[in-house]
T-cell receptor, first 112, second 112 residues
Framework: KAGVTQTPRYLIKTRGQQVTLSCSPI?????VSWYQQTPGQGLQFLFE???????NKGNFPGRFSGRQFSNSRSEMNVSTLELGDSALYLC???????????FGQGTRLTVV | GQQLNQSPQSMFIQEGEDVSMNCTSS?????WLWYKQDPGEGPVLLIA?????ELTSNGRLTAQFGITRKDSFLNISASIPSDVGIYFC????????????FGSGTRLQVQP
């Protein structure tokens, strides 16, 4: 069974640009969550999707958005990038919203 | 909001020693998860706990869900060099925002 796949693995963007990250969950999993990981703040919850609906949202500005498709694949978008958005963005896949979460390898975003 | 205190922040031990780390929460959780993260990779799920008092093992790893539902610990016995990494606890409650809340991590270094 394939694990959680995140693309791309690495990304370099310029301030002010926007970026879209992709996550393909484990087959059969319907819940996808996104996290931002930085050395200073640790793992911070961005949002969670289940059956194409956003179920939970963390305390991030509206520049951070996401969506989930009917095949459970998810994308997150960050608009008007800031230097502080540089981080490892992690996607986690769960069977549903209250079972264990399995992470992908992450997308390392660097904003210059 | 929910807060998770994980300790110790870091440990430097000799190969063969046992290790213990723990997490305490300001609120009740119904799920505790323990992860290990290697540099540049996503966290890997080690153990999942769903019931107060539950004690679960995975090889040399043992974790327990505290009776109060506000704490959990992870023990690693007979440590080996490949145990090096950052260990995170994560908890989920059934009330309020149900997303996983992560501890700040325990960095483990093992001296061969």
């Amino acid at each position: 069974k394939a694990g959680v796949t995140q693309t791309p693995r690495y990304l370099i963007k310029t301030r002010g640009q926007q970026v879209t990250l992709s996550c393909s969950p484990i087959s059969g999993h319907r819940s996808v969550s996104w996290y931002q990981q930085t050395p200073g703040q640790g793992l911070q919850f961005l949002f969670e999707y289940f059956s194409e609906t956003q179920r939970n949202k963390g305390n991030f500005p509206g520049r951070f958005s996401g969506r989930q498709f009917s095949n459970s694949r998810s994308e997150m978008n960050v608009s008007t990038l800031e230097l502080g958005d540089s981080a490892l963005y992690l996607c986690a896949s769960s069977l549903n919203t209250n079972t264990e979460a399995f992470f992908g390898q992450g997308t390392r975003l660097t904003v210059v | 909001g929910q807060q998770l205190n994980q300790s110790p922040q870091s440990m430097f031990i000799q190969e063969g020693e046992d290790v213990s780390m723990n997490c305490t929460s300001s609120s009740i959780f119904n799920t505790w998860l323990w992860y290990k993260q290697d540099p540049g990779e996503g966290p890997v799920l080690l153990i999942a706990l769903y019931k107060a008092g539950e004690l679960t093992s995975n090889g040399r790893l043992t974790a327990q869900f505290g009776i109060t539902r506000k704490d959990s610990f992870l023990n690693i016995s007979a440590s080996i060099p490949s145990d090096v990494g950052i260990y995170f606890c994560a908890g989920r409650s059934l009330t309020g925002r149900r997303a996983l809340t992560f501890g700040s991590g325990t960095r483990l270094q093992v001296q061969p």
